[in-house]
């Protein structure tokens, strides 16, 4: 076979593979173009029914981001609390008779820039910080031993399972009613931390998009469902 024939070979198939995937690329962009506006068609549907309201963009809420992390100095005294700089794909309204925001935040830490999707929903009044984690059993063993244990509920299996941080150990105790403790250790959606900042309930779970609104109501639901076990503080 001549050099010729060769390198009309190895050139017509290389031109065949990166036109390949140059069309997968494009498939990939358009269909992930297309499943955002289905998402949105259906948010702003489903916002109207519900008295919702949807911005793309709305940086005055940038501010009710900033005061949620105001006082996380107080346990990480040597660095600045997070900043947003942008809050894109914002949605308010009340979901169960509760205020709620669910929004990307662009945000600065430590000087890295980076996205934060929070789903917050009102608590009754503002609070002290509080932190439910769940942990690997023999790490949080570990952290009790060495003193880092955090908050004790003496629920042996819940302390097992979880750690628990907060400012005011007094109100960590009232949160943690034995409803709640019962609830997170036994309600099968997955979900990986419990966090009360200033003045809002926010949940780690794997949400994929917040303006899919089945997804949006499943996890205002879990937020509810967590705060009608808290008993009520002033």
Same mark, same amino acid.
């Given at each position: 076979?001549?050099?010729?024939?060769?390198?009309?070979?190895?050139?017509? @198939?290389?031109?065949?593979?990166? @036109?390949?995937?140059?069309?997968?690329?494009?498939?990939?962009?358009?269909?992930?173009? #297309?499943?955002?506006?289905?998402?949105?068609?259906?948010?702003?549907?489903?916002?109207?029914? &519900? #008295?919702?309201?949807?911005?793309?963009? *709305?940086?005055?809420?940038?501010?009710?981001? *900033?005061?949620?992390?105001?006082?996380?100095?107080?346990?990480?005294?040597?660095?600045?609390? /997070?900043?947003?700089?942008?809050?894109? *794909?914002?949605?308010?309204?009340?979901?169960?008779?509760?205020?709620?925001?669910?929004?990307?935040?662009?945000?600065?830490?430590?000087?890295?820039?980076?996205?934060?999707?929070?789903?917050?929903?009102?608590?009754?009044?503002?609070?002290?910080? !509080?932190?439910?984690?769940?942990?690997?059993?023999?790490?949080?063993?570990?952290?009790?031993?060495? #003193?880092?244990?955090?908050?004790?509920?003496?629920?042996?299996?819940?302390? &097992?399972?979880?750690?628990?941080?907060?400012?005011?150990?007094?109100?960590?105790?009232?949160?943690?009613?034995?409803?709640?403790?019962?609830?997170?250790?036994?309600? /099968?959606?997955?979900?990986? @931390?419990?966090?009360? &900042?200033?003045?809002? !309930?926010?949940?780690?779970?794997?949400?994929?998009?917040?303006?899919?609104?089945?997804?949006?109501?499943?996890?205002?639901?879990?937020?509810?469902?967590?705060? *009608?076990?808290?008993?009520?503080?002033?």
């Amino acid at each position: 076979m001549s050099t010729g024939v060769v390198l009309t070979i190895v050139i017509g @198939g290389t031109v065949l593979l990166l @036109g390949a995937v140059a069309a997968f690329v494009f498939w990939i962009k358009r269909s992930f173009v #297309g499943r955002a506006e289905v998402s949105l068609d259906a948010l702003r549907e489903e916002a109207a029914r &519900r #008295g919702w309201t949807y911005a793309e963009r *709305d940086d005055t809420q940038v501010a009710l981001y *900033d005061r949620q992390y105001n006082r996380r100095s107080r346990w990480e005294p040597l660095t600045h609390p /997070p900043r947003a700089k942008a809050a894109r *794909d914002v949605i308010t309204g009340t979901h169960r008779g509760r205020p709620f925001i669910a929004a990307t935040f662009d945000t600065v830490y430590q000087g890295r820039h980076q996205p934060e999707r929070a789903i917050w929903v009102a608590a009754p009044a503002p609070h002290p910080m !509080l932190s439910i984690q769940r942990m690997v059993a023999v790490q949080n063993a570990i952290n009790r031993r060495i #003193g880092l244990g955090g908050v004790q509920t003496g629920n042996v299996e819940f302390d &097992r399972q979880f750690e628990v941080l907060s400012e005011d150990e007094r109100f960590a105790h009232a949160v943690l009613s034995s409803q709640l403790l019962e609830f997170l250790l036994t309600d /099968p959606r997955s979900f990986r @931390g419990v966090y009360l &900042r200033g003045e809002y !309930l926010d949940v780690l779970d794997p949400v994929q998009d917040h303006r899919n609104p089945n997804e949006l109501v499943a996890a205002l639901d879990l937020r509810c469902d967590i705060l *009608d076990r808290i008993p009520a503080w002033s």
